[in-house]
């Protein structure tokens, strides 16, 4: 079983491109399961995605920090036994430092064979994040295999130019794309780049 | 094996002293979901019997393991409720309080809570945007509730001799404003139009410490709990701490101070860039409890002698790890971060719903008998 985790801020856009990456993989004969970790109300419809042959289960934790590790170990533990999906996506909050996450995964679990980590930017909110809260913007970009750079409709070329450098200064080894997650056809763009 | 010297009681005030106690004194940060697994009890039922039943669920659990030092009263979800929070009760699928962030708060809201202050907010507006509360009546009824229910909590605790580390927890006027307007819109507040935010923040430490004071002297405490889970180094840069959240937290700590009582606080993710500003504060006028993000050998490098560190045992090595791990860790954090004293055992955070008997247990055994056998 693999793990996708998907960081990045509340309102960055994690929960489009979730469902996206979902089907994707689904259209691609992949089993899914998606873990749902946003701090404020879910924004995924586990309905409809259940509907759509998707298995969704809510992850809680009491504080952003500590017991989501426990919880989320456990919660993987419970989706392999129920569905033994070929993929597990992670929709983190918006305060976790995956590199955190990631920490006690491998500390303590042994039932996922392989992660990878996605990191969204909001390339509207950017300029304040980096200024105001950039000691946790650079974790989540720190820790990504893949950085994606979404609502870049919304600003100008040469803002989207800016973020892909800082990121990729931020982190060397990771595949930076720039996309706007509301056009569907996006993923197409970062598919590649999803093992 | 040596036998115990001293009370809970003086054990606990001679940490928070900065002395060495006989042995290290024992916190374990019962949550009433932890309380309820360590008890076989359903925590999904019992939170809906309202404070009573789930404080009884923690002197169960207290009795039932042998007791240890330091406690609290419950903190249920009602506790966090009429703070103005939106919670979801603990179920059987997810036995922990989850608070539920969101927009509770707009803009606007900020000028009202300059003016009427953040209580008073609460009441005529917040309370109804975040719970099923219909009117002031039910919400009295309720907040009643949870004051007579800590009361008895805390003369149930004195009758069995623990320390009450303190009556209800206060979340800091940042993380308050955070957790209502949510995180990221509340930073834009910071980053567009600080200075409403300020005004709010200003009003909101004088109502901090206000309502601090006349709850340790209602509860006859010197002791009083300051929660932040958001102002640490690893999600805001020292810039936004110094202008935001420390100058606040200086003028709570020193009001406090000046009147006996001290400040204990809670401080989730890493503080590893926020530590030094702790030794700027009067000696012995406050504690920190570390939830194992920060390196809390290097917060005794940096503190030793100057306040009281609470220790760290991770929820996941309470939940997933072996009770011979979670020994060694104890030990190691006996050893390292109470040499000289000034260190009391507890848990990272709160002990998790999903903490293992033998788990608990081997904290419990392991503070009680590793320094005496020595």
Redesign the interface.
Known sequence: MKLLLIAG???SGKTTLLIQIAHHLVSASQSIAIVENE???IGVDGDYLNLEGLQVQ?L????????L???L??TLEKVEELYHPDTVILEAT??A?PG?ILN?LN??QSRVDGIQVITVVDAN?YP??K??????LT?QVEAADIVVINKIDQVEPEQVDLIKKETADLNKEAVIEAISAENKSSINIIADALQ | MQKETMTSIERVECALNLEKPDRVPIWPDVTTSAAAALTDEKIWEITHQGFDAEQDLELKLFDEYGGWDAVNPALTADVFAVGGNKIIKATEESPEIQFVEGEWTKYEDYEIIAEIGWFQFVTDHLIYRVSDIKDKAEYDKLYGEVINGTLRGMAEYQKRGAFILYAQPNNHPFFTLSLARSMVKFTEDLFYRPEMVERALKKMTEEFIEFGLMLCEMANLKNTKVIEERAGGAIYPLRVFDRFWWPYTQQIVEAFHSRGIMSSFHLDTCWDKNLHYFKELPRKSAMIELDGTTNIFAAKDILRNHMCIASDIHPALMSLGKPEEVAAYCRKVIDEVGDDGGHILSTACGLPAAAKKENFIAMLETGKTYELSK
């Open positions: 801020f509340l309102g701090m404020g109300e809510e809680f934790g009491g504080c952003i920090c500590c017991t590790s426990t919880g170990i456990s918006g305060a430092r955190d006690n500390t303590y909110r304040m994040l200024e105001m809260m950039e000691p946790l974790a």
